[in-house]
């Protein structure tokens, strides 16, 4: 398993992340493209059409991507510096078009073509991708997310549920059901029977793991400091 999958009170089911992507009509192969948030901020380099998630809630938003922009790395992103969040924000806040509010809403605003950047969940992406559409996903700098499997403290069939959690987390299963779906497992052995092609497709891949920072789940105090801060603005 990976080491962010395992905690007290939960183990990671699965593994997702918020990436960059890019409409590959307005940034063709071979042609200078975004390759960092860096990059996505830089107006003049890399002037078009951006959307970006809009934090509505404070517990996600392109928090980390704003200081990965500001040269923050993927490993120095925790604790988030609020202030230098906003002030990141600022240099974009009248150049997006869209703040997007949930998954199907960006998976529309890419399906239709309705930007030259934005930043997406992968699986959502990938979709696209896997159907023909002119995306690119930009790994590099990938905020990785998971969701994990819990047991209510008390509830009636605790056994029944450990089993259960057992058998999801088998690399087997885990394998079976990134095939289905573009969602990395995280137990890293599953790669072992994924083909190539796909597992090239998941956030969790090692290759990726090492540029990507590590989302930090909601109940952090920087976190519910910035949901605070959003509700007051």
Known sequence: ?????????????????????????????GEPRPESWT???????????????????????????????????????????????????DKMKGEVRRWWTVGSEIQQIMHDGAFDMTNSYDGRAQLLVNQGFPLEIVRNQAKLNWDYWMMPKGGPNAEAAQRFIQFATRADRQAEFAKLIPYGPSNLDAYDSIPEERAHQLASHPDYIADSCRSKPPGTPAIRAMAARMSST
């Not at 997702?16 to 009509?25: A, C, D, I, Q």
């Not at 890399?46 to 998630?53: A, E, N, Q, W, Y």
């Open 39 to 89: 990059d996505f901020w830089n107006l003049n380099k890399f002037p078009g059409t951006r959307t970006l998630i809009s934090g509505r809630a404070g517990t996600e938003g392109p928090w980390e991507e704003s200081l990965m922009a500001s040269g923050v790395m993927p490993g120095s992103v925790y604790p988030m510096d609020i202030d230098s969040i906003f002030a990141s924000l």
């Open 1 to 29: 398993m990976t080491d962010f999958s395992k905690k007290p009170f939960g183990v990671a089911a699965l593994v997702y992340s918020y990436v960059m992507v890019l409409n590959t009509e307005k940034f063709p192969e």
